[in-house]
């Protein structure tokens, strides 16, 4: 180890005393949060005020890149030091603040070879000064304090051009929020009018139920996890006494309302769901886990806090996150560029970081010394309606995967831009347990979890999800039409999604061209090595998985055409998924329209419950659809259980698709 790297403990041991689910512990967060500042060490610049990892370079350039580097491991630094309280413990990271230190005086420096980028509107260096200016606020008495005032002088320069500046009109606001704010508690100049606009910008964004849009739109992901409440709690922190109270308070309670659902998006093994944009920050989502314990305004037992954070962390630790040379790279459980995105530089997997926030928490808190308990998808089954992003969630303790109904979140701005469709929005469905097809191009001829309409020539996209709202608590509803992707006229598409244990019945109203193909697909299985076992049938498909995990598809109505329906099929590819090297997609298809509207509906299946993975009768027999004297539906799922669509959601069905279905 050089003088100025941390000293990395081996492998710990695990605590299955305290923390019976992972036998993860504070030390284990600790050793991780090392392992990974350490790995940086020999990719720093001489002066220390950049970082250049290999990999790909992200479009604002390698300067740009290297900031990144810098910014996002000193905000993991901080929160290491800043929450060290054991005897001895911050005299033994004294050294990673000098290298900090040293990158500060060598990057606002202007004369330097390493000076770090000018911030400008709508830049990258907003991105990392904000990064900067927490890890700044957290370690105030061991770096800023210490700072000699020419350094200090420059890094309030660096700073200050934010003021001023105009951010991009997303979570970028907060950016200006946090580094003005900042610049207040250390008597530089600021525009409080600024901060106060980006909070007010943040309100806008506001749709209940502790849910944001990242920006005017539809625009659900985890940015709500790791941006919109956690800079918000962090901002408080460093403005103190000038925070308004009954604006903290507002936050602290669209927190807690956040995660009373956020809680479900990790699956028994930890895995985050896997939707949205950014997916390389990986365990980054349980950020806002711990912001709620740290501002106290979470609904969760500090024991659950903990496992759901730690569970995250192991989850990817035992994937092999990160590689073998200690780094993050750019994609999942390994390096794969579909799940970043063109500003992505080798470095941006590095906000990482806020998934180690936990360790400002003392390690007296409850969240480290409570007895870890189950997290909600562990003990029961669950459906949730998320009326804010337009989803339904349902998760199955037996395997415990959960699966998200997307009806709600296209990431589309409100006027059109002619942008393809992002696989991370334009899904109906995504899982803890699986990811989408995400074809480099953005285009694939089939794709996981969408209606499509086929000719010759092109597949019809849904582009800009328009919601039909919901009728019941498993019930959600949206349409879509192609925006010109096909010749002839455009293709309409209703979904009304119906959710019990392991199924979705999706009921679709299609209304296209005499003549076109209708292709339904569901749950692509990624692997690597041993391939899926397919069975299939007229109207019917199951893809099996080495381990169990099964994704099938069954036609429950309108499948048939005028003979007997067509066996699924199962569709594979190379190179296509997060998960793995292989993937294999179940697909229904009918060869041909009839022209005006098709009422067609599916039962679409992703389970590791073996008592339904290896029995395709119990996976899909006993499903039905029919339609009701007063033009509901009426969908009875493969174990009994029924749900009804009332007539007023199909009635808005079939007038935003046109025309009475052709059953």
């Not at 050793?31 to 790909?56: E, M, S, V």
């Not at 980028?117 to 606020?137: C, F, G, N, T």
């Not at 459906?383 to 997307?406: F, Q, Y």
């Amino acid at each position: 180890m050089t003088a100025l790297s941390v000293t990395t403990p081996g492998p710990l041991p695990a605590d299955h005393r305290l923390s019976p689910l992972t036998g993860y512990t504070r030390a284990h967060w600790e050793a991780a949060a090392d392992r990974l500042l350490d790995a940086l060490r020999p990719y720093a610049t001489p002066g220390l005020a950049q970082y250049r990892l290999p990999g790909r370079t992200g479009y604002s350039g390698e300067q740009a890149d290297g900031l990144e580097g810098y910014a996002r491991s000193f905000l993991l630094a901080a929160f290491r030091v800043a929450g060290a309280t054991r005897p001895g413990e911050r005299e033994r990271l004294a050294p990673l603040l000098e290298r900090y230190a040293a990158g500060l005086t060598a990057g606002t420096d202007p004369c330097h070879p390493e000076h770090w980028p000018a911030i400008k509107d709508r830049s990258q260096p907003m991105v990392e000064a904000a990064s900067v200016a927490i890890a700044l606020h957290e370690t105030r008495p061991w770096l800023w304090d210490l700072l000699d005032d020419q350094v200090r002088g420059r890094v309030v320069d660096w700073l200050a051009d934010f003021v001023g500046a105009t951010a991009n009109d997303s979570n970028w606001r907060l950016f200006q929020v946090i580094v003005e704010e900042f610049l207040a508690s250390v008597g530089a100049p600021h525009r409080r009018s600024e901060i106060d606009a980006g909070l007010a910008r943040l309100d806008d964004w506001y749709r209940g139920n502790g849910w944001y849009t990242d920006g005017d739109g539809q625009k659900f992901d985890y940015y709500n996890a790791w941006a919109l409440h956690l800079y918000p709690a962090l901002w408080a922190r460093i403005a103190g006494e000038r925070a308004d109270p009954s604006l903290t308070a507002a936050h602290r309670q669209r927190l807690h309302a956040f995660l009373e659902t956020h809680q479900y998006f990790f699956g028994a093994d930890g895995a985050p769901l896997h939707q949205g944009r950014s997916l390389t920050y990986r365990y980054a989502s349980t950020a806002a886990l711990w912001a709620g314990a740290l501002v106290e305004a979470t609904p969760l037992p500090p024991g659950r806090t903990r496992r759901l954070a730690s569970s995250a962390l192991k989850h990817f630790t035992d994937r092999g996150v990160p590689g073998p040379d200690g780094l993050l790279s750019l994609g999942w459980y390994h390096p794969y560029l579909p799940v970043t995105q063109p500003y992505s530089g080798p470095a941006s997997p590095y906000w990482a970081a806020k998934a180690f926030l936990g360790l400002l928490l003392p390690d007296t808190h409850p969240v480290w010394t409570a007895t870890e308990e189950p997290g909600p998808v562990e003990t029961r089954d669950t459906v949730l309606a998320l009326p804010g992003p337009g989803w339904l969630l349902h998760s199955t303790a037996a395997d415990g995967i959960v699966r998200l109904v997307n009806h709600g979140s296209d990431r589309r701005p409100p006027t059109p831009d002619g942008q393809p469709e992002s696989p991370h929005y334009a899904r109906l469905a995504y899982s803890t347990a699986t990811a989408p097809q995400t074809p480099p191009d953005g285009h694939a001829t089939t794709i996981d979890h969408h209606l499509a309409v086929l000719d010759a020539s092109a597949v019809s996209r849904r582009r800009r999800i328009h919601r039909l709202g919901a009728a019941g608590g498993a019930l959600a509803a949206s349409w879509y039409t192609d925006d010109g992707t096909a010749p002839g006229a455009p293709a309409s598409v209703a979904t009304v999604s119906a959710v019990h244990r392991a199924w979705e019945i999706r009921v679709h109203l299609v209304h296209a061209d005499a003549g076109a193909a209708v292709r339904d697909t569901g749950w692509s299985l990624a692997y690597d090595d041993t391939p899926c076992t397919v069975e299939a049938g007229p109207g019917w498909v199951v893809a099996r998985r080495a381990d169990g995990l099964t994704s099938a598809l069954a036609g429950l109505l309108g499948w048939d055409g005028p003979a007997e329906p067509r066996d699924g099929l199962v569709v594979q590819a190379t190179g296509l998924n997060a998960y793995g090297q292989h993937s294999a997609t179940p697909a229904l298809v009918l060869p041909h329209h009839p022209g005006d509207t098709l009422l067609l509906a599916t039962l679409v299946v992703l389970t590791r419950d073996h008592r339904l993975a290896h029995d395709p009768h119990a996976l899909c027999h006993g499903a039905r659809v029919r339609t009701t004297k007063d033009g509901g539906l009426d969908l009875r799922f493969p174990d009994g259980h029924r749900e009804r669509v009332a007539p007023d959601l199909t009635a808005a069905a079939r007038e935003r698709v046109g025309g009475a279905p052709a059953y």
